[in-house]
């Protein structure tokens, strides 16, 4: 069970807007800590997507954006292509337990 | 270019040792920490421990602590993940990656080394 829940699975067709969210608590998000998001495309590395809850690294298309409110993140695709078919973190950092990175449990995109 | 390049995958026994390694280039390797990550086939990503390559400060996941070692030789800027004493269940596919602090994000990914533990 991941200390950031993420929902298992979320789709859309082309053209449309998804939201995949992050939620946390008190000691990771809550606290003030910054997420991350990573895509990972099927049999690839994660690839960081967006960095301190809103920026993307160069090279992202502005089709990704993130946000963060109280103890939660939320990841936006808007435009959806079939590339973006991909299981998608958010990782953030937790104040517990001295101190660790944590990962969302992940959430599988589906293109329609 | 920064890269992260990874050792080839291994396939072990029960019970024997194993060392990893993740080699940095293309950046200063001290500048940056150095995360292991581990995701199970079918499964999602879990933070192992990160290393300061500077000093060798290092934090481990508490479900990691005890059953795998992070280390570095920043001479050839290379980080390594080792376990004394593999387990079937410690097969999985691993992935370094580097950040600018404990927490911050993972700007750069290695690979990925795919560790088989089977009888």
């Known amino acids: 069970q991941s200390v950031l829940t993420q929902p298992p699975s979320v789709s859309g067709a082309p053209g449309q807007r998804v939201t995949i969210s992050c939620t946390g608590n008190?000691?990771?998000?809550?606290?003030?800590?910054?997420v991350h998001w990573y895509q990972q495309l099927p049999g690839t590395a994660p690839k960081l997507l967006i960095y301190?809850?809103?920026n993307r690294p160069s090279g992202v298309p502005d089709r990704f954006s993130g946000s963060k409110s109280g103890t939660s993140a939320s990841l936006a695709i808007t435009g959806l292509q079939a590339e973006d078919e991909a299981d998608y973190y958010c990782?953030?950092?937790?104040?517990?337990?001295?101190?660790?990175?944590?990962f969302g449990g992940g959430t599988k995109l589906t293109v329609l | 270019e920064v890269q992260l390049v990874q050792s080839g995958a291994e396939m072990k026994k029960p019970g024997e040792s194993l060392r990893i390694s993740c080699k940095g280039s293309?950046?200063?390797?001290?500048?940056?920490?150095i995360t292991w990550v581990r995701q199970m086939p079918g499964k999602g990503l879990e933070w192992m421990g990160t290393?300061?390559?500077?000093?060798?400060?290092?934090k481990y996941s508490p479900s990691f602590q005890g059953h795998v070692a992070i280390s570095t030789d920043k001479s050839i800027s290379t980080a390594y993940l080792q376990w004394s004493s593999l387990k079937a269940s410690d097969t999985a596919m691993y992935y370094c990656?580097?950040?600018?602090?404990?927490?911050?994000?993972?700007?750069?990914w290695g690979q990925g080394t795919l560790v088989t533990v089977s009888s």
């Open positions: 990782q953030s950092y937790d104040n517990s337990l001295g101190g660790y990175v944590v």
């Open positions: 301190v809850n809103s």
């Open positions: 293309g950046y200063s390797f001290t500048n940056y920490w």
């Open positions: 990656a580097r950040h600018a602090s404990m927490g911050g994000d993972g700007d750069y």
């Open positions: 290393i300061d390559p500077t000093d060798s400060y290092t």
């Open positions: 008190s000691s990771n998000i809550g606290a003030g800590y910054n």
